[in-house]
């Protein structure tokens, strides 16, 4: 059985002081955290910023933006309902900070040049791989803001998965893409100018090791199982194949 101490990774010093427990009930894929603690080494964040927390999911990284940070967070999503996070964030007594939306990445309500900056990670794969999307969100961001994303993603361009992968490969893995395919999609449309693009430092072995917490100690049968299955497929690939991408831009 693993140790949930374990998951208090020095490599994340302002992770590793949240309850790994609280984390996992908030699991819907990757460690958030660790991902976002990495993203921001290459985005500034300052007191006060409007930060667009996009596709967050249950709210983990909202809390974390809050509460590290200083920042306000507009916390969107499609699959999770508003009310569910709201009751997330008044627990973590960040209500006064984050505000719970409901939303689809192609329709913010949102004025012109409102945020400072926009954050998403482990969902941008899912909308934003359209050479149309970033033309449409960077304008939500003031001049000289900053769009940040953390995704899953692959170490070189994959046409057909790998033989060890056939079984596990799914239709959405069409979606990730190496580190240089993003710099290179978002230098393309003029919109922002990219500051950097680089693989997430051993964010598969970590991956690795957070599904398998989330198997053992997860709160649903879904979750278990699909942490499970990451698990094996991680195994299976042992290494070769998957990458997490980080991706900054100033606008």
């Not at 007594?93 to 900056?117: C, M, N, Q, S, T």
Request: glycine fraction near 6%; charge should be negative; include cysteine.
């Amino acid at each position: 059985m693993t140790d949930l101490a374990s998951l208090r990774l020095p490599a994340y010093p302002r992770s590793a002081a949240y309850d790994p427990m609280w984390m996992i009930e908030g699991c819907m894929g990757p460690n958030p955290l660790w991902l976002l603690e990495d993203l921001l080494a290459d985005l500034p964040l300052r007191t006060g910023d409007r930060v667009l927390d996009l596709g967050c999911g249950q709210g983990l990284t909202s809390v974390f933006l809050a509460r590290e940070y200083g920042v306000q967070v507009f916390a969107c999503d499609l699959w999770v309902k508003p009310t569910d996070n709201l009751r997330r964030f008044t627990e973590a007594g960040v209500d006064d900070r984050v505000f719970p939306i409901h939303a689809e990445a192609h329709d913010l309500k949102f004025a012109k040049g409102y945020f400072d900056a926009a954050i998403s990670v482990d969902a941008y794969q899912y909308f934003g791989t359209d050479d149309l999307y970033l033309p449409y969100l960077a304008p939500f961001v003031r001049k000289g803001g900053y769009i940040g994303v953390a995704v899953p993603g692959v170490r070189t361009e994959v046409v057909t998965p790998p033989p060890w992968l056939e079984r596990y490969w799914e239709h959405d893995f069409a979606v990730f893409h190496t580190a240089e395919w993003w710099r290179t999609h978002w230098s393309r449309p003029g919109q922002v100018t990219v500051l950097s693009a680089r693989e997430a430092p051993n964010a598969v072995e970590n991956w690795r090791a957070w599904s398998l917490a989330c198997a053992e100690h997860g709160k649903t049968e879904f979750v278990r199982r699909m942490s499970t299955e990451t698990v094996e497929m991680l195994d299976a690939d042992a290494g070769r194949t998957f990458a997490f991408p980080l991706v900054v831009a100033r606008t």
